[in-house]
């Protein structure tokens, strides 16, 4: 096959090389930001007097019609073409004759495809927000309606002090939430210019490189050709921040794993996100939620697999880095996947309250209000932790809970237990005094809802 690039060399090469050269099966999907690129920097050259004016015209004209014939299919992708870079320029020359061979003119494919991956990530972390967004909705939503739902929050798996469902579930909100700003954050340093740095070194002809970036809505130009072209470091930092989403959608995963057991059973997933057994028709698996919590594995590889590639590299552009494409397209199609599914699946998901009740009605999960009840009435807290613990035991092996354990047996340990004690340790009144903020009370919930809300819908 005979190549653009045929310079030095005859351009003729093995096809088993080609194959292995070509990125065009993954980078097509870049076609968008290519071509749009490809017009402003036509644009730029026939601005600067680089070009004729007509041939400008020209070349946007004919790119305009590559663009629409890429997307209604009436132009297909040409499996053998090297990368989209040539082939758009290779349909381009083909429709409008030497017009097309003049666009490459102060470029380079090493500026072409930094730039072109900037502009696809910048679209995708917008859409990549819009689905977080509507996933911490999904929870608030949710949440609100269990303010008052008790269960047992727990530290090591074993019950530990009472919450409410709602309290629990906004752990993972304010987790989407940080990663939203991780996101825009990432985005502040992506939307930065690296064309017109050309193969590396810049160019002899008078460009004007801030002409495109403004064209193309970046916020500045990169201010060293070298680093223009070499950079990836805004691949690796959306790859560090999908990978963390890919943690908190993990952890969400595996406690809805747990509560759609059996052995807890405090929610029930949607049958249109549960899968049932070839063998056992009793099961109904959650699927949705271990596929995820396994999905997070190819995102950190992805970051891995980045981060190794550029360790070693000399400056400035190697086609080692073309590798960067796949772990990036991947990691945005894997997140789309999961963030869409966890909506409907959260949204969709039936909770139990009875279940969760009599599971925090079980573990002595306010045994520490037992201890704060007698601090406030005046014991020094290592005091009163002791006799709490002495309860507890007792309580154990008598077959009581701390709510009906008989005051008899209370006042044995303290004569500072009177009847109150009852009302003290109730769960509800154990939430709804827990009331410093970030806490389990409705007040403090519903202020988390309201900064969720508030976020989600910016
Ligand atoms: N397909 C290449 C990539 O994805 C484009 C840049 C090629 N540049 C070069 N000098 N070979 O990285």
Redesign the pocket.
């Known amino acids: 096959m005979n190549k653009m690039w045929a310079g030095l060399t005859s351009g003729e090469t093995n096809k088993l090389a080609d194959d292995f050269n070509s990125?065009i099966s993954f980078?097509c999907r870049m076609f968008e930001q290519d071509i749009k690129g490809s017009m402003v920097h036509a644009a730029m050259l026939a601005s600067k007097g680089i070009i004729e004016q007509e041939d400008a015209d020209k070349i946007v004209e004919g790119l305009q019609g590559i663009l629409e014939d890429l997307k209604s299919g009436a132009l297909a992708i040409d499996e053998n073409a090297?990368?989209i870079?040539m082939f758009v320029e290779e349909i381009l020359t083909e429709r409008i004759g030497d017009a097309g061979k003049k666009l490459h003119t102060a470029r380079?494919?090493?500026d072409?495809?930094a730039l072109d991956l900037r502009l696809y990530l910048r679209d995708e972390i917008t859409g990549l927000e819009d689905k977080l967004k509507q996933l911490m909705l999904t929870v608030a939503d949710l949440a609100a309606e269990h303010k008052s739902t008790i269960m047992p929050g727990y530290t090591h798996l074993q019950r530990a002090q009472p919450i409410t469902f709602a309290h629990q579930i906004l752990t993972y909100a304010m987790m989407f939430s940080r990663d939203l700003s991780r996101l825009e954050d990432c985005k502040k340093r992506m939307n930065i210019s690296p064309i017109g740095s050309c193969?590396l070194a810049g160019t002899t002809y008078d460009t004007d490189r801030y002409f495109e970036a403004e064209k193309l809505g970046f916020d500045d130009i990169t201010l060293n050709s070298i680093d223009g072209v070499s950079d990836r470091d805004f691949c690796v930092e959306f790859l560090a921040c999908a990978s963390l989403i890919m943690v908190h959608l993990s952890r969400f995963s595996e406690e809805i794993i747990l509560w759609s057991s059996w052995e807890f059973k405090f929610i029930e997933l949607s049958s249109d996100f549960t899968t049932g057994s070839s063998i056992m028709p009793q099961k109904k698996n959650s699927d949705m939620a271990e596929l995820t919590r396994g999905k997070s594995g190819r995102v950190f590889g992805d970051l891995m697999a980045l981060l190794t590639m550029l360790k070693g590299l000399p400056l400035a552009?190697n086609?080692d880095?073309?590798e960067?494409?796949e772990a990036v397209f991947d990691a945005v199609d894997t997140l789309k996947m999961c963030l869409d599914v966890f909506t409907g699946m959260v949204g969709s998901m039936t909770v139990i309250p009875e279940n969760m009740l009599n599971a925090a009605g079980r573990g002595f999960i306010n045994a520490t209000d037992l201890a704060d009840y007698l601090v406030k009435k005046g014991m020094p807290f290592r005091d009163a932790y002791k006799i709490s613990g002495k309860i507890v035991n007792e309580c154990m092996s008598g077959g009581y809970v701390l709510e009906t354990f008989p005051m008899d047996k209370y006042k044995a340990h303290s004569d500072l237990f009177t009847e109150d004690v009852y009302e003290e340790i109730n769960l509800k009144t154990c939430v709804e005094k827990r009331k410093s903020a970030g806490g389990p009370s409705v007040e403090s919930v519903e202020k988390q809802i309201e900064y969720i809300k508030t976020i989600a819908e910016a």
């Open positions: 990125s980078d090297e990368d870079h380079s494919r090493n072409q495809v193969a552009y086609k880095m073309q960067d494409k």
